[in-house]
Nanobody
Framework: QVQLVESGGGLVQPGGSLRLSCAASGIIFNINTMGWYRQAPGKQRELVARINSFGSANYAESVKGRFTISRENAKNTVHLQMNSLKPEDTAVYYC?????????WGQGTQVTVSS
């Protein structure tokens, strides 16, 4: 079992920045993928960004150039630095952890971009 604890959501004005963090604990394998998904009201959950144990990352087209995902393997932690936030980035952001074809989800953290 893996537990995920998220932090860093909140309210920010358009153009502002937020940093999300997610710490994994439990039975952690060396090879895994950590990432962030988001779900806006009335929409399906979508991938925002993910990064594997080797540091290879991929992003949704809508956040490229604005968001940066990083990880600290020694702490089993992933971060999402979100810059130049837009109202359309408003959603519940979920941390995702995957290993050996099993996925785990965090409880979600609200990000609201509004003036």
């Amino acid at each position: 079992q893996v537990q995920l604890v998220e932090s860093g959501g909140g309210l920010v004005q358009p153009g502002g920045s937020l940093r999300l963090s997610c710490a994994a604990s439990g039975i952690i394998f060396n090879i895994n993928t950590m990432g962030w998904y988001r779900q806006a009201p009335g929409k399906q959950r979508e991938l925002v960004a993910r990064i594997n144990s080797f540091g290879s990352a991929n992003y949704a087209e809508s956040v490229k150039g604005r968001f940066t995902i990083s990880r600290e393997n020694a702490k089993n932690t992933v971060h999402l630095q979100m810059n130049s936030l837009k109202p359309e980035d408003t959603a519940v952001y979920y941390c995702n952890y995957g290993q050996s074809l099993v996925e785990y989800w965090g409880q979600g953290t609200q990000v609201t971009v509004s003036s």
